[in-house]
C-alpha cells in the first residue's frame, strides 16, 4: 500500500540560548527550564503538504557546534498509523495524528547528517497539552530514550520506544503508549544530543491524540468480538427505538464520531465541562461517569439544554435534531449549550463522544421506563375522590420510553460480587438530567449485571437504573392529609418492557431485556425485587389492602397500529365471573395528550358509564375518539394518556389502570436514481405521503448522511390530502462501503416524521486493483472503506 507522508522541514539558523547546566544531561527538565528561561528566540519552518502552521519552538543548546545532530523533517506516517490504530476515518487525522494507547506507532526522522548510537542520542518527551504542571508521576509528563530494536517495547502499562529502521540520514522509530495512559491531547518534543557537546530540541507543530483502545487486552475498553467493535465503535449510523411499548419505532441517527471538529471538541469536552483532571483520563468509569454529566447543562455549561415542555423557541425542538454531528460542532464553535434536547438527543450525543474517545458504547431504550424520585423501588400514583391523579402528590412517573447508554469496560474498583459475580461488562450510563447523583444531574456507570441481580448499592446509581426497569407500579386512593390512603391496585408487570438496542452489524432491533431483570413472574425476579427493597429501606406496603373482592374483571384494549388522521376506540371489557350474582360497574374513560415522560397535557375526551353485568358475561364500553377531537392538542410525538376508574356497587372493590398509547406517523422513502459509487455523484429522490385528512403546509425535509457536511434542507410548500411530497438532489457517496441516508420532515400538521435508507457504495474502478495470485480484488485504500 502506497503512503502519503507529511514531513516539517526546518529552515532556520543557527538559535542561541542560555541554558542551564541540568539540561545538558536531563531531556526530561526542557520543559520545566521554559518557564524561568526567557532567552529563546522562535524560529520559522515551512510545512509540506500545505499545512497552516505559521511557527514552533526550536531551541538550541551550544548550537555554535554545528556537530549537534539536526533534525530536518519528522514523517509522521499517517497512513500507516491510522490503518493500524482504526482511526483513517476521522476527519483529523489529515492534520494530526490519531493512534490507540497500548499501541505502537511509527515515526520517521530525518536528520542534517548520519546518526551514530556511538555519540548522539535522542529522547522523546510527551506532555498533556493542557496540563499547566505536568508531573512524570501523574503519567502527564513521559520522557523517553528509544531501544535499539523493536523485539520487546516494555510492558504494557508503560510507555516504551525502539528504532526500527537505521537508513543514513533517518531513523525510523516505534512508539507505544501505556495502555493505561490518558485519553487526550498529547505535545511531542524531541531532544537530540551530542554526548558532551550541546544539544537541539524539534518540537512537533501538530497535536498527537491518543484514544482508549478497544483492540488492546490490556486497555480497560477491551471488546474482544471483531463484529461488536465495527459496531460500537466504528459505525457511525446507529437505530434509537422511540415510541411506546405497544408501538415500538426506531428512529435511524447520525453519530457522525468522524466528522469535522467532533474528535476535539470530545478531547476538550473532558478537560473543561468534564472537568476530569489530566492524570485520570486514563480510567474510562471517571470519564465515563464525567461524561453523564458534561452532556447536559443543568451543573454546568454542558452540550445540550434539555427541554421537556412544547415551547421550543429560541432553539431547535427535540425531534427536528437528527444527528449528534452538528449538536457536537454547533456546541464546539460558541461553547455554549445548544437548545434544545430530550433523552434520545442526550444519548445520541454521549455514544458519539464515547465511540470518538475509543470507549464503545450503544443506546438503549426502555420501554415504560420508570423515574423513581424518593428511591423507593416504586412507582406511586395518587388518585383523589374524583379519580384524578393528584400530580403534587404524584412525583413519581413512567415514561412512554427512555433512552440511555451502554458503555463497555471492566471494573477493577469493584472487585468479585457474591457468588463469584463479575461486574465487568456493559455499564448504564445515563446524562438525561433526572436526579443528582453525588450533587450533579449525572448517572453510571452502572453495572448491568448489578443492576439484574438487585445490588443497588454498587457505584454508581444501580438503585436509580433497578427502578427504571423494574419498579412495581401501585395505584392509592388519597382522601385528604389527615386520611388513611387505600392501596387500589398494585402492578407488577407494568415497568421496564422491550428494552431494546442495535443489533451488531444489522439494522434490526436486539432485546436486552434478560440483561436488566430476570422473566416476569419467576421467582428470581420477585426474590431480586425483594433483595433490592430490602437494602432501600423502604416498607413496600405501607397503608391499607385492597378488598379481596374478584368477581368482576377489567381489562382495557387499544388497537396497537393506528395511523396519524385515524380515529380510534377505547374499548373496557368487563367480565363478571360469578355464577350467581349480576354486578353494576360505574366509571367513566378518560383520553388525554400527554408527553412521552408520562405528564398529562391536556383532556381530549371522558365518557362515563354505568353497565350492569349478567352472571358469568361480559360487556363492552367503547369510546370513539376521532381526528378532529385529538389533532389540535396531539402532542409533538403523537402520545396518548387512556385512563380507567371504576368501581363495583355495593362492594368495595375499585378499579384503576392508566396506560399509554401512540398513534403510527408515516414513514419517508428514498430512491437512488442510478449506481452508487465511491465519490460519483448520484440523483436522490426523497419521498413522503400525507396521512392526514387535511392539507400540509410548509414543511421542510432535513437530510443527513456520510459526506454530507451539514444537513440539506428542502422546502415544500403544500401536500394536498393524500398526496405525495418529492425532492430530488445530487448526493457524492465519499467511501465505498456501507452507507446510511437518513431524513426528518416538520411542519406544524405533521411533525417528527423520519425515514433512512440503508445501501452498499461501490468503490470506483480505479480503486480497484486485481490481485494475479487469486480471484480477490483489493480495494487500494482502506480509507476508501468503511468495514
Not at 490504530?85 to 494507547?101: C, E, G, M, Q, S
Not at 467532533?262 to 468534564?274: A, D, Q
Not at 383520553?591 to 375526551?605: D, F, H, P, R, V
Request: hydrophobic content about 35%; charged content about 25%.
Amino acid at each position: 500500500m502506497g503512503n502519503t507522508f507529511t514531513s516539517y522541514d526546518i529552515n532556520s539558523k543557527t538559535v542561541k540560548t542560555n541554558m542551564c547546566d541540568c539540561w545538558k544531561t536531563c531531556f526530561p527538565c526542557r520543559r520545566r527550564h521554559h518557564q524561568h528561561n526567557s532567552d529563546v528566540d522562535e524560529t520559522p519552518i515551512s510545512v509540506k503538504n500545505e499545512m497552516l502552521v505559521d511557527h514552533f519552538r526550536i531551541d538550541a543548546v551550544d548550537a555554535d557546534s554545528e556537530a549537534v545532530l539536526k533534525i530536518v523533517s519528522v514523517d509522521l506516517c499517517r497512513d500507516e498509523n491510522h490503518d493500524e490504530h482504526h482511526t483513517d476515518h476521522f476527519y483529523a487525522a489529515k492534520d494530526t495524528l490519531i493512534v490507540r494507547r497500548g499501541e505502537p506507532f511509527r515515526i520517521r526522522l530525518n536528520f542534517n547528517r548520519d546518526f551514530s548510537p556511538s555519540r548522539d542520542a535522542i529522547s522523546f518527551i510527551f506532555t498533556v497539552a493542557d496540563d499547566k504542571k505536568p508531573n512524570p508521576g501523574h503519567g502527564t509528563l513521559i520522557g523517553l530514550v528509544p531501544r535499539d530494536g523493536i523485539d520487546y517495547l516494555g510492558d504494557p502499562l508503560e510507555w516504551g520506544a525502539g528504532i526500527e529502521a537505521h537508513e543514513t540520514n533517518s531513523l525510523t522509530v516505534l512508539i507505544k503508549p501505556a495502555a493505561t495512559c490518558p485519553v487526550t491531547e498529547w505535545r511531542m518534543d524531541i531532544d537530540t544530543k551530542l554526548l558532551g557537546d550541546g544539544s537541539k530540541s524539534f518540537t512537533l507543530p501538530v497535536p498527537i491524540y491518543v484514544l482508549f483502545n478497544p483492540w488492546c487486552p490490556e486497555d480497560q475498553v477491551y471488546m474482544p468480538d471483531r463484529d461488536k467493535r465495527k459496531e460500537y465503535v466504528m459505525h457511525d449510523t446507529t437505530l434509537i427505538w422511540r415510541g411506546s411499548y405497544n408501538r415500538l419505532r426506531p428512529s435511524v441517527w447520525k453519530l457522525g464520531q468522524f466528522e469535522r471538529n467532533v474528535l476535539e471538541c470530545s478531547i476538550k469536552l473532558l478537560g473543561t465541562v468534564g472537568r476530569v483532571p489530566a492524570a485520570f483520563r486514563g480510567d474510562p468509569v471517571r470519564v465515563a461517569r464525567a461524561l453523564s454529566a458534561a452532556i447536559n447543562s443543568v451543573d454546568d455549561d454542558g452540550v445540550i439544554l434539555g427541554n421537556w415542555t412544547e415551547d421550543f423557541s429560541g432553539g431547535i425542538a427535540p425531534t427536528k435534531w437528527i444527528g449528534s454531528t452538528e449538536i457536537i460542532q454547533q456546541f464546539y464553535k460558541t461553547q455554549k449549550p445548544v437548545k434544545f434536547g430530550q433523552c434520545w438527543n442526550f444519548a445520541g450525543v454521549l455514544t458519539t463522544i464515547a465511540r470518538t474517545l475509543g470507549i464503545p458504547s450503544r443506546i438503549v431504550t426502555c420501554y415504560s421506563s420508570a423515574h423513581d424520585t424518593q428511591a423507593s423501588l416504586t412507582v406511586d400514583i395518587f388518585i383523589d375522590e374524583n379519580n384524578k391523579k393528584l400530580d403534587a402528590e404524584t412525583t413519581d412517573s413512567i415514561w412512554n420510553y427512555h433512552v440511555w447508554n451502554e458503555v463497555w469496560m471492566t471494573r477493577p474498583d469493584l472487585g468479585v460480587g457474591q457468588n463469584g459475580l463479575s461486574y465487568d461488562g456493559w455499564q448504564a450510563v445515563d446524562a438525561t438530567p433526572q436526579e443528582a447523583s453525588d450533587n450533579m444531574y449525572r448517572v453510571g456507570p452502572a453495572p448491568v449485571a448489578a443492576v439484574k441481580n438487585g445490588e443497588i448499592l454498587r457505584p454508581f446509581d444501580c438503585g436509580f437504573v433497578f427502578s427504571e426497569v423494574n419498579a412495581d407500579k401501585v395505584y392509592w386512593r388519597y382522601n385528604g392529609p389527615f386520611q388513611p390512603i387505600k392501596l387500589l391496585r398494585k402492578d407488577t408487570m407494568a415497568i421496564g418492557h422491550f428494552i431494546s438496542t442495535k443489533a451488531v452489524l444489522k439494522w434490526e432491533r436486539e432485546d436486552i431485556t434478560s440483561d436488566y431483570k430476570y422473566a416476569e413472574k419467576t421467582e428470581e425476579e420477585r426474590n431480586v425485587t425483594l433483595k433490592a427493597l430490602k437494602q432501600s429501606q423502604h416498607a413496600f406496603s405501607r397503608y391499607y389492602l385492597n378488598d379481596t373482592f374478584n368477581e368482576v374483571e377489567f381489562d382495557m384494549q387499544l388497537n396497537d397500529d393506528i395511523k396519524v388522521g385515524e380515529n380510534f376506540t377505547v374499548i373496557l371489557s368487563i367480565t363478571n365471573k360469578s355464577k350467581e350474582k349480576a354486578h353494576t360497574a360505574v366509571g367513566q374513560l378518560n383520553c388525554e395528550s400527554a408527553q412521552y415522560t408520562g405528564i398529562s397535557n391536556e383532556l381530549i375526551k371522558s365518557m362515563p358509564f354505568d353497565v350492569e353485568i349478567p352472571a358469568g358475561e361480559t360487556e363492552f364500553v367503547r369510546m370513539q375518539v376521532i381526528f378532529e377531537e385529538y389533532f389540535k392538542k396531539l402532542s409533538t410525538q403523537a402520545t396518548f394518556n387512556i385512563s380507567c376508574a371504576a368501581l363495583v356497587k355495593n362492594t368495595d372493590y375499585e378499579y384503576y389502570a392508566m396506560d399509554d398509547f401512540r398513534v403510527r406517523k408515516p414513514d419517508i422513502k428514498f430512491s437512488f436514481q442510478g449506481d452508487i459509487v465511491s465519490r460519483q455523484p448520484v440523483d436522490v429522490i426523497v419521498r413522503l405521503t400525507n396521512p392526514l385528512p387535511i392539507p400540509v403546509r410548509k414543511g421542510i425535509f432535513y437530510i443527513e448522511g456520510p459526506g454530507i457536511e451539514k444537513p440539506l434542507r428542502f422546502k415544500i410548500a403544500e401536500i394536498p390530502v393524500g398526496g405525495t411530497a418529492a425532492s430530488t438532489f445530487k448526493y457524492i457517496p465519499p467511501y465505498a462501503g456501507r452507507g446510511t441516508l437518513l431524513a426528518k420532515f416538520s411542519s406544524k400538521e405533521l411533525d417528527d416524521v423520519d425515514g433512512f435508507m440503508h445501501y452498499e457504495i461501490k468503490p470506483r474502478p480505479e480503486d480497484i486493483i486485481m490481485n494475479n495470485n487469486s480471484s480477490n480484488t483489493i480495494i487500494r485504500r482502506r480509507t476508501d472503506v468503511i468495514p
